[in-house]
T-cell receptor, first 114, second 110 residues
């Protein structure tokens, strides 16, 4: 059973470009979380999605950031017009159900904005 | 959101037990205590969770104080592979929106 997959693992973007980060949850998991980790810091919650629904986006910046988890295909975290401060590791996690106590994390996407 | 306090770093020797403390004095009655760890350049990995009673699994044990204001993660025999940052996290029973602190960086000496 494959774990949580994220791609790309490393992404370099120039200021002003768009970044698209993909996350495929574990097989059978319908709950996806996105977290951001700045250098030397802990993870910060961004958004929690179920298939076709955003459940909690209280950690998402108000502008330039969006997330989706379509019925088919991976979850996408989209950052428009990236700035240097967006440089971070972005982790996706999935869980089996809303009541699950374990979140399974992917290896992360390391975004560098030049 | 309830906060946790952990030492910045700890050190252990291989094959010795390790006790990683966590204070959560503002914990509420419905908050679960989770522990995750993050190896260098990897995503976090679930270790264990509990509510009131002590818990054991194949990776570790979790000892929870009677008043629930603190807990201790116990690694029974540290290995080099256990060198990681260990995070103690409170969750209000629904596992959404885990609030992460800075964790404890554990070094294991051979």
């Amino acid at each position: 059973n494959a774990g949580v997959m994220q791609n790309p693992r490393h992404l370099v973007r120039r200021r002003g470009q768009e970044a698209r980060l993909r996350c495929s949850p574990m097989k059978g998991h319908s709950h996806v979380y996105w977290y951001r980790q700045l250098p030397e810091e802990g993870l910060k919650f961004m958004v929690y999605l179920q298939k076709e629904n955003i459940i909690d986006e209280s950690g998402m910046p108000k502008e330039r950031f969006s997330a989706e988890f379509p019925k088919e295909g991976p979850s996408i975290l989209r950052i428009q017009q990236v700035v240097r401060g967006d440089s971070a590791a972005y982790f996706c996690a999935s869980s089996l159900s809303e009541g699950s106590y374990e979140q399974y994390f992917g290896p992360g996407t390391r975004l560098t904005v030049t | 959101d309830a906060k946790t306090t952990q030492p910045n770093s700890m050190e252990s020797n291989e094959e010795e037990p390790v006790h990683l403390p966590c204070n959560h004095s503002t914990i509420s009655g419905t908050d679960y205590i989770h522990w995750y760890r993050q190896l260098p350049s990897q995503g976090p990995e679930y270790v264990i969770h509990g509510l009131t009673s002590n818990v054991n699994n194949r990776m570790a044990s979790l000892a929870i104080a009677e008043d629930r204001k603190s807990s201790t993660l116990i690694l029974h025999r540290a290995t080099l592979r256990d060198a990681a940052v260990y995070y103690c996290i409170l969750d209000a029973g629904n596992n959404r929106k885990l609030i992460w602190g800075l964790g404890t960086s554990l070094a294991v000496n051979p």
